[in-house]
């Protein structure tokens, strides 16, 4: 019987949105001050989920202005929950073809 593998959406930054990021993010203040400390911890979850085999990690690009109207047309807070949805739809639209 195949093993089910389950995709997990990890909400992701570019180098250059970081400062803006910071300026939308209702709780940015449990980010990290800088970029290069956010990327370290990140790539780290990134690589706990891979080594453990229990998913597929994609990398859910948040754009700022974009996500900030995303969170709006769902009515969501820009703030962590809001990032963990958004990287499950952009899970969802990837595996179905719907991106």
């Given at each position: ?5 389950s995709s997990l959406g990890i909400g992701w930054y570019n180098r250059e949105d970081y400062p803006r990021i910071l300026q939308i ?75």
């Amino acid at each position: 019987m195949p093993q089910e593998i389950s995709s997990l959406g990890i909400g992701w930054y570019n180098r250059e949105d970081y400062p803006r990021i910071l300026q939308i993010m209702e709780d940015a203040h449990v980010l990290p001050p800088t970029y290069d400390v956010w990327r370290k911890k990140a790539e780290g979850l990134e690589s706990q989920v891979k080594a453990s085999g229990a998913a597929v990690v994609v990398r859910a690009i948040i754009k700022p202005e974009e996500f900030v109207a995303w969170c709006a047309s769902r009515g969501m807070k820009v703030d962590a929950k809001a990032r963990t949805a958004f990287g499950s739809e952009f899970v969802y639209r990837s595996v179905n073809g719907k991106n």
